[in-house]
């Protein structure tokens, strides 16, 4: 039987966290359907930053109710490509994860190379490799983790259609994936599938074998999938500067004595209707330009006299 997203609803998923900078949120449709499709016993992330994949894999352990052991290990420092990061990164991480996900999973704060040890050989179904992405770090990741996958074992490296500024992972995915079952999208900068052991869940094998007969329709399924939520986080990040200009806006009335009859301007409000928001806030913005141009002639007025009526910019 054919690959049948019907089979994967969590596919359709909202997640809990997007965060404002990841590049991997278009990947969050296929890692819900994957833990769904491996429902493995062990999922491990090197590279973890804000979140956006793993808690994607909790999200689904949690949905499915897995008794999966899940880890995240990274210093959460940054490195040479996502760049260095202040504190502030992992404790945000933290107050979303710990309330949700600390029954099943732990943050490793941690080298890569520090935590290989906390594992045992054959012990990892599920292994997500987003450190550092040079050819060199991802090779070295890699051989390094390898050994700790389970007959099981599938391994995901992201990042496999970056070929600009230093990036080799697409390199070592050349080398890896002949003699294994493996599929990539292309979508989000990339994500290899491999899989590394010779006992391949039934339902991921069915997905390699039809994604290969199809794979510009699974690539597109997905894909359509992960731009929505990217299409999510660029409303998300308009809203917020939107309720920003309302109260840059509102500032500037009460600095120049006029009433602001929305106080607070609502981040939840530009969410709720956007379009609404942004047409009420033109509104205001063109009566404040006339007010402005209002406020600067009557200043140049000599006293006594009566400032001209300014026009709408409409
Ligand atoms: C590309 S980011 C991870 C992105 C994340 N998976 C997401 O969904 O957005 C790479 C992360 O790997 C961490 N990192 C890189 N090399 C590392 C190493 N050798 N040991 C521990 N952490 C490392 C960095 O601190 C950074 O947070």
Known sequence: MPFNPLEYPLSLMEPILI???????????FAFTLVQMMRPQSIVE???????????????????????????????????????????VFAELRAAHDPRYLGFSKLIRSTFDQAAGMFADGSIDLLHIDGLHSYDAARHDFET??????????????????????????????????????FAFEHSFGLGVLAVGAALPDA???FFSDAQENPALIRNYFARLGESLVQ??????????????????????????QSVDQISANLNAAMTDGVAFAARLTTQIDAALVEDIRLRQQLQQPAGGAAPKAQSGQ
């Open 204 to 206: 991921l094998a069915r």
């Open 145 to 182: 983790w390898l050994p700790k996958m389970s007959p099981r074992g599938v391994v995901l490296l992201h990042d496999t259609a970056v070929r600009a500024d230093g990036f080799g992972v697409w390199r070592l995915w050349d080398e890896v994936t002949p003699g294994r079952p493996h």
């Open 46 to 88: 090197l590279g973890t930053h804000k979140g956006d994949s793993y808690l994607a894999f909790c999200q689904a352990v949690a949905n499915l109710n897995l008794p999966t052991q899940c880890a995240a290990i990274d210093t959460w420092l940054g490195d040479r490509h996502s760049g260095t990061y202040g504190e502030q």
């Open 232 to 257: 999510t986080r660029y409303r998300q990040a308009l809203c917020w500067w939107l309720a920003r200009q309302q109260n840059l806006l509102n500032n500037w009335k009460l600095r120049t004595g």
């Open 19 to 29: 965060s404002d900078a990841s590049a991997w949120i278009g990947h969050i449709p």
